[in-house]
């Protein structure tokens, strides 16, 4: 059974820093990706990793400001968020397995992963 545990969600003021983490159990990814949820907006891509090479992609709302990376010896991925804005709180939720394509093209559509996490939710203060 693949599982994916989610943590290091939590509140925080404007300019502050949280680290997410999300590790896979019960499968070997090698395409990643956190996405989030604000309150009646859609699900969006925030960030994605191509584990064989280390190929990362972000949102250009985050670009500068979160850090995706992985540690494969532990089936571990993390999004590193700094200088957190009000607009970044939202549900983020991480994802892995692309069910087709690539992840260079995918990242971005939710419904190209196959595998999700429960979700943990980010609230940053102004």
């Known amino acids: 059974q693949v599982q994916l ?3 290091g969600g939590g ?11 999300c590790t896979v159990s019960g499968y070997q990814y090698r395409n990643a990706g956190w996405f989030r949820q ?11 990793i191509y584990t064989p090479g280390g190929s990362t992609y972000y949102a250009d709302s985050v670009k500068g400001r979160f850090t995706i990376s992985q540690d494969n010896a532990k089936n571990t991925f993390y999004l590193q968020m700094n200088s957190l804005k009000p607009e970044d709180t939202a549900m983020y939720y991480c994802a892995a397995g692309l069910k087709w394509g690539l992840i260079a093209t995918m990242w971005t559509k939710d419904t190209a992963f196959r595998y999700w996490g429960q ?3 980010v609230t940053v203060s102004s």
């Open 38 to 48: 604000a309150p009646g907006k859609e699900r969006e891509g925030v960030a994605a």
């Open 5 to 7: 545990v989610e943590s």
């Open 119 to 121: 979700g943990t939710q």
């Open 11 to 21: 509140s925080v003021q404007a300019g502050g820093s949280l680290r997410l983490s």
